[in-house]
């Protein structure tokens, strides 16, 4: 069995409650992690937080919108607080908003900044202290294939994630010597709640086999895979790589 060293760390997962962000954290919690989760919705949040001690783990679940500077303060605070430290950071809240340019108007464009973008520099700025008491720390933020590639009406994710993987790479060069290490995961089509709603009648299996049409491995990404890469990337065994973008998406990305 690879041990990923985590045992004891210290983790806070953004958008933590369902999907991707879900995942991430039990797969973390069961790797000796503790793990802080925030989410808007205090009763899904507390679902999962439950799920998490069943297996075993030790969760702090704080209700949190992450496009308010005050929340951001306060789950960092109250995860140092209750857990000594952070070691990892996973910026990955955020929704898929894409639309054409001339119907994007300025409040869905900074919506959409605070979200992905803010959000994960408040965390970021929040955080790298305390990760710089402790030695070192690793960040990974959340991106997505548009972000290096945008296809047309795909704005205002498409420019949010861009700016995304710039700062991944900024905070990476400035904070090596540190030892905080900093990636980004380039989503491509992968399952979770967001894609759930777009079934009608409820066929949820439908809409994600007609999503597979456009990825070159012929399916959908799993939340559960998700999980597994964020795992290795906060693990001691990715210790050589940061500063890196990582496409999560069988294939269907334009660039590398």
């Known amino acids: ?11 806070i997962v953004t958008g933590g409650s369902v999907g991707l962000g879900r995942a991430a954290a039990m797969r973390l919690a069961r790797e000796g992690a503790r793990v802080s989760i925030c989410a808007r919705r205090k009763e899904v949040l507390e679902r999962t937080a439950a799920e998490i001690r069943q297996g075993g783990g030790d ?42 340019f001339m119907d994007v108007d300025d409040r869905a464009w900074q919506t959409d900044i605070e979200l992905k973008l803010m959000a994960a520099i408040r965390f970021c700025r929040l955080t ?9 720390g690793v960040i990974v933020n959340v991106t997505t294939i548009g972000g290096k590639a945008p296809a047309p009406r795909a704005v205002p994710t498409a420019v949010t994630r861009a700016a995304g993987i710039n700062l991944t790479k900024g905070l990476a060069n400035e904070y090596a010597g540190a030892g905080i290490r900093v990636n980004t995961i380039c989503l491509g089509l992968v399952k979770s709640e967001q894609w759930e709603r777009r079934a009608k ?20 990404g799993e939340a559960e895979e998700f999980g597994d890469l964020v795992a290795f990337l906060v693990s001691a065994r990715a210790g050589f790589i940061t500063g890196t973008s990582i496409n999560f998406d069988g294939g269907m990305g334009a660039v590398v």
Do not use: H, W
């Not at 009648?201 to 999503?211: I, L, T, W």
């Open 1 to 11: 069995m690879l041990d990923l060293g985590l045992t004891g760390k210290v983790a």
């Open 201 to 220: 009648n409820g066929d949820v299996e439908a809409v994600y086999r007609e999503a597979a049409k456009r990825v070159p491995l012929g399916r959908m």
């Open 59 to 100: 969760v702090l679940a704080i209700p949190a919108d992450v496009t308010r500077p005050e929340d951001i303060e306060n789950v960092v605070k109250a995860t140092t607080d209750r857990f000594g430290g952070i070691d990892i950071l996973l910026n990955n809240a955020g929704t898929s908003s894409a639309a054409a």
């Open 128 to 136: 790298i202290p305390v990760m710089q008491r402790r030695g070192g």
